[in-house]
Nanobody, 123 residues
Framework: VQLQAYGGGLVQTGGSLRLSCAASEPTFSTYAMGWFRQAPGKEREFVASISWSGGSTYYGDSVKGRFTISRDNAKNMVYLQMYSLKPEDTAVYYC?????????????????WGQGTQVTVSS
């Protein structure tokens, strides 16, 4: 499956952005999906994940209460709504797919990755 993430950009501290990830195949609806991010010089970090049905969601500690992950299986889309953005949220954000998974926070659980979209939060 091919994934395309988009929606990044430049936003001021406290602002909001919604990232989107489009999947190329209907089998997307059976995959757990995750968002990860990587800032320059840092390791890839788990942001959020969602089960195939959307019934379960998981968040990294640094984004809990500020970010919301959701999906629309009819449209083969997953979203990351980000509120109250901080400069430390600046990173390239990646969406990833885990066939048959539950939404693990471990990046090595995901078989397919999108190309990433840059989010920059100015102070």
């Amino acid at each position: 499956v091919q994934l395309q993430a988009y929606g990044g950009g430049l936003v001021q501290t406290g602002g909001s952005l919604r990232l989107s990830c489009a999947a190329s195949e209907p089998t997307f609806s059976t995959y757990a999906m995750g968002w990860f991010r990587q800032a320059p010089g840092k390791e890839r970090e788990f942001v959020a994940s969602i089960s195939w049905s959307g019934g379960s969601t998981y968040y990294g500690d640094s984004v809990k209460g500020r970010f919301t992950i959701s999906r629309d299986n009819a449209k083969n889309m997953v979203y990351l709504q980000m509120y109250s953005l901080k400069p430390e949220d600046t990173a390239v954000y990646y969406c990833a797919a885990d066939p048959g998974g539950w939404g693990s926070p471990a990046s090595n659980a995901y078989d397919y990755w999108g190309q990433g979209t840059q989010v920059t939060v100015s102070s």
